[in-house]
Each structure stands twice: as C-alpha cells, then as structure tokens.
C-alpha cells in the first residue's frame, strides 16, 4: 500500500505541465477550424451571388449590369462582399447552348488572416429568348 501512495506523490503538480504543453495545440486546432469555416462560408455566398446574377441577367431584355446589380444586392452586407475583386457578366456558349456566365473572381484570407489566396467562382443561366 506504500507504493500506490508515493506514485500519487510523485505527479502532484503535472496538471498545470500538461495544460501548458496542450493548449498551444489547441488552440491552433480551433483557429484552424474557425479558418476553413470563413473560407467555406465566402465560397458558398459567391456561388450563390453568381448563380442568381447569372439568372437576373440571363432573363429576356436584361442586360450583364442588372446582373452585376444583383450579384452585389446579394452580397450586401456579408463578410464576403469584402473578398471580392472583380465581377464579369457575359454570354457564352457551352455544348451548343446559349448561356449567361457569372464570373467572380476573389480572395480568401489564409493562416490566420495573413496572405490570400485566389477565387475564381463562375455561375451559369440558360439565356432567354
């Protein structure tokens, strides 16, 4: 019984070691967790800005503008109308189909909101005749 008694003697104090060596990984866990969140959230808002831009601009007697309009009402007011640097709205044709293309390009933050890296997010609408 001597024995279990001066093993419990011998960690009194390792509590406040083994926090200290833990909570820098820790805390790096949960920064990078709250990173990929933010840069999932922006690339979701832009597809969706796109696509309903792409739409408002596809419909008959609409011109690329009302598209580009759309796209910022969209945005409005979001942490991703902040990432954005340029919006494009154009005619193409995919597979032989006339189609209204949005494209946005942006930028992300990355580690911990030093640097960027680049977005391009296009969205598409069948045109209207």
Not at 3 to 22: K, L, N
Not at 40 to 46: N, V
Not at 83 to 89: E, F, H, L
């Amino acid at each position: 019984m001597i024995a279990p008694a001066r093993f419990h003697h011998c960690e009194r104090g390792s509590a406040p070691i083994q926090f200290v060596v833990a909570l820098p990984v820790l805390v790096l866990i949960s920064l990078a967790v709250i990173q990929m969140v933010i840069v999932l959230h922006i690339r979701a808002t832009l597809t969706s800005a796109a696509t309903e831009g792409a739409r408002s601009a596809a419909l008959s007697g609409a011109t690329p503008a009302r598209g580009v309009q759309r796209i910022r009402s969209a945005l409005a007011g979001d942490i991703a109308s902040s990432a954005v640097d340029s919006i494009v709205i154009r005619p193409q044709t995919i597979s032989g189909t006339r189609v209204m293309e949005a494209t946005i390009s942006a930028h992300v933050p990355i580690v911990g909101m030093i640097g960027t890296a680049k977005l391009l997010i296009r969205g598409h609408a069948l045109l209207e005749a």
